[in-house]
């Protein structure tokens, strides 16, 4: 499975991105997605998920302002991320499971700061 994240950049507090990640190789539909993050000097931790079944899962300090969806038709995963905290910059890794394994993509950069 190959992970292609998209979307990443600066931001000012209070401001709105939306990422994106293309999967390929593999029957998408039948795959569990996620975005984690890792922060400088910080371990990496989990954002969203979502089920094969557009089952979804946030990580607390997201709730309420993070949204992740599923296009099965073009095999995209997103990640609507609106109000955004300083303490949101990170780079955010895309993330798929299917029966075989799991898979990462090379993540993208995001910055929140004034």
């Known amino acids: 499975v190959q992970l292609q994240a998209s979307g990443g950049g600066l931001v000012q507090p209070g401001g709105s991105l939306r990422l994106s990640c293309a999967a390929s190789?593999?029957?998408?539909?039948?795959?569990?997605m996620g975005w984690y993050r890792q922060a400088p000097g910080k371990q990496r931790e989990l954002v969203a998920t979502?089920?094969?079944?557009?089952?979804?899962n946030y990580a607390d300090s997201v709730k309420g302002r993070f949204t992740i969806s599923r296009d099965n038709a073009k095999n995209t995963v997103y990640l609507q991320m609106n109000s955004l905290k300083p303490e949101d910059t990170a780079v955010y890794y895309c993330?798929?499971?299917?029966?075989?394994?799991?898979?990462w993509g090379q993540g993208t950069q995001v910055t929140v700061s004034s």
């Open positions: 993330y798929a499971k299917d029966p075989y394994g799991s898979y």
């Open positions: 190789g593999s029957i998408f539909s039948r795959n569990d």
């Open positions: 979502i089920t094969s079944g557009s089952s979804t």
